[in-house]
């Protein structure tokens, strides 16, 4: 069953059955008062012919005597005499042209009479059901003239009354349980439209081909049906807010996909060159060395294979340094590869810029750094190359006649360097990829203008490795390089000294 069927069968069932017992309770209690009334309706006009009874000579004691002495009596009231004298006798009154007092009064027979005696055999009031005439109550009353007065009312007041009052309830019930069916199915319907929104969406969410091309879900679950405040609304909200969630993981998995791709192709590109490199001049060496002794010994042939040789070696060197910084980039992913101590950046400031101005020497070189060390729990090592990565970034992408300054400052609790120069700046187009690996401004790739695009990658990684973090701010003539590490590590959740 469907949850819609399932909560109009609770509720239609659940008030069917309070509106029954309700109905049970009314016309029980209704059927009680009005018997009650009937009771002391038949006591009063039985003790009144009790007393009319009394007047009467035992000898000539008949029903039918009595009432002839009485007011005229209700239509359909029954009256027995026993008699000692005169016997069981035993009339009812009978109504004309609707009048509401008796016109005749008509014999009980034999066998009604014997009904009643039997119903008032050990009770003094009884309900009896009379052949031909219905349903009476009945009260035997004695006299002080040796007489037993029988008095009796019909029920079929009461009985009709409670009829028309279960067929009221009962139409009424039937009318309201439609009525009812109606409204809960259409409140459960409106109700329970965010799920089927919320059913399509999925269904259409489940329909798409995620595993091809651009990987983008678009489907929502629409805004009207989606209210946070109501119960079924939240299921849609959640749902849409899934899906972005979903939506913006698989967006950011295939952009790391497309940056693997590019990471692979930039990697064979490096390696691709001073690999045609080194066969290119080992060809040139093996030739050379295939020649005659004498040509050998020629001094341009042993120019030219010194100069292979020499070029080998140096590609080959290239080639190690680009293996290197992938060695040291994947230990670094891993959290590896950092020694901590204590270091003192003032003093990796100062020797960073010497080693910097002799490879610049048209480059104006200026440090700033205060009087008493700063200094922070991490790896010499690595920040020194920090620092060596970020002043040649500076000498290789500036003009001559550039300024470049290294300043070391505690603020706070942490350490800061940077580095600015006033160069032209950084491209905008590039300053969100600028700390990617293989990230550059040129895309010739041509080698007066750049090493690999790993020097800023690695700094990004030893910083993050000493819970810190590097920023760039850029624009023409102002370009600042940040590097902020928390001066002791513990206190941000960071490696302790070792």
């Given at each position: 069953m469907s949850l819609q069927t399932r909560l109009m069968t609770a509720v239609i069932g659940f008030v069917s059955l309070i509106l029954i017992i309700v109905a049970v309770i009314t016309s029980a209690t209704l059927g009680k008062t009005m018997e009650?009334?009937?009771?002391?309706?038949?006591?009063?006009?039985?003790?009144?012919?009790?007393?009319?009874?009394?007047?009467?000579?035992?000898?000539?004691?008949?029903?039918?005597?009595?009432?002839?002495?009485?007011?005229?009596?209700?239509?359909?009231?029954?009256?027995v005499v026993s008699s000692p004298v005169t016997g069981f006798s035993g009339v009812v009154a009978k109504s004309e042209d609707g009048d509401e007092f008796a016109g005749t009064l008509d014999p009980l027979t034999?066998?009604?009479?014997?009904?009643?005696?039997?119903?008032?055999?050990?009770?003094?009031?009884?309900?009896?059901?009379?052949?031909?005439l219905g349903s009476y109550r009945v009260m035997a009353q004695p006299?002080?003239?040796?007489?037993?007065?029988?008095?009796?009312?019909?029920?079929?007041?009461?009985?009709?009354?409670?009829?028309?009052?279960?067929?009221?309830?009962?139409?009424?019930?039937?009318?309201?349980?439609?009525?009812?069916?109606?409204t809960t199915a259409i409140t459960i319907r409106v109700s329970l439209r965010p799920l089927r929104a919320v059913a399509l969406t999925a269904t259409r969410v489940a329909n798409q081909q995620l595993d091809r091309g651009e990987v983008t879900i678009t489907e929502r679950v629409p805004a009207s049906e989606a209210d946070p405040r109501t119960e079924t609304g939240l299921v849609g909200a959640s749902l849409n807010k899934l899906?972005?969630?979903?939506?913006?993981?698989?967006?950011?998995?295939?952009?790391?996909?497309?940056?693997?791709?590019?990471?692979?192709?930039?990697?064979?590109?490096?390696?691709?060159?001073?690999?045609?490199?080194?066969?290119?001049?080992?060809?040139?060496?093996?030739?050379?060395?295939?020649?005659?002794?004498?040509?050998?010994?020629?001094?341009?042939v042993i120019e030219s294979t010194t100069s292979s040789l020499e070029r080998?070696?140096?590609?080959?060197?290239?080639?190690?340094?680009?293996?290197?910084?992938?060695?040291?980039?994947?230990?670094?992913?891993?959290?590896r590869e950092l020694v901590y101590g204590t270091v003192d950046l003032t003093q990796l400031a100062l020797e960073g810029l010497s080693d910097a101005r002799p490879t610049a020497v048209d480059h104006h070189w200026n440090i700033d750094v205060p009087d008493e060390p700063v200094t922070i729990v991490g790896d010499a090592g690595r920040m020194h190359q920090?620092?060596?990565?970020?002043?040649?970034?500076?000498?290789?992408?500036?003009p001559a006649g550039t300024t470049v300054t290294l300043s070391v400052a505690q603020e706070?609790?942490?350490?800061?360097?940077?580095?600015?120069?006033?160069?032209?700046?950084?491209?905008?187009?590039i300053r969100d990829e600028l700390f990617a690996r293989f990230a550059r401004g040129d895309s010739s790739r041509a080698r007066q203008t750049g090493g690999t695009g790993l020097g800023l990658a690695i700094a990004k990684a030893i910083v993050e490795g000493h819970h810190g973090f590097?920023?760039?701010?850029?624009?023409?003539?102002?370009?600042?390089?940040?590097?902020?590490?928390?001066?002791?590590?513990?206190?941000t959740g960071g490696t302790p000294a070792a």
């Open positions: 009650d009334q009937l009771d002391q309706k038949l006591s009063t006009y039985g003790d009144q012919l009790v007393r009319i009874s009394q007047a009467v000579a035992p000898s000539s004691a008949t029903a039918q005597n009595v009432l002839a002495s009485s007011p005229a009596p209700p239509v359909g009231v029954l009256f034999g066998a009604q009479l014997a009904e009643i005696a039997v119903s008032l055999k050990d009770t003094r009031v009884a309900t009896v059901t009379l052949t031909g006299t002080n003239n040796g007489l037993i007065v029988v008095t009796g009312l019909p029920r079929d007041d009461i009985q009709n009354q409670l009829t028309q009052l279960l067929t009221v309830i009962a139409l009424a019930t039937i009318g309201g349980l439609i009525l009812l069916a109606l899906l972005d969630h979903v939506n913006t993981s698989l967006a950011s998995r295939q952009k790391n996909e497309e940056r693997m791709r590019r990471f692979v192709a930039d990697a064979s590109h490096e390696l691709r060159t001073p690999l045609a490199s080194i066969r290119g001049y080992s060809e040139l060496s093996l030739r050379a060395l295939r020649q005659s002794d004498q040509e050998a010994e020629r001094p341009e080998i070696q140096a590609q080959s060197l290239r080639m190690t340094r680009l293996v290197e910084d992938l060695l040291l980039l994947a230990r670094l992913d891993e959290g920090v620092v060596a990565n970020l002043l040649a970034n500076a000498r290789t992408h500036t706070g609790e942490d350490a800061v360097l940077r580095v600015h120069d006033d160069g032209p700046g950084i491209d905008p187009a590097i920023t760039v701010t850029s624009e023409p003539g102002d370009t600042t390089f940040t590097v902020r590490i928390p001066m002791n590590p513990a206190t």
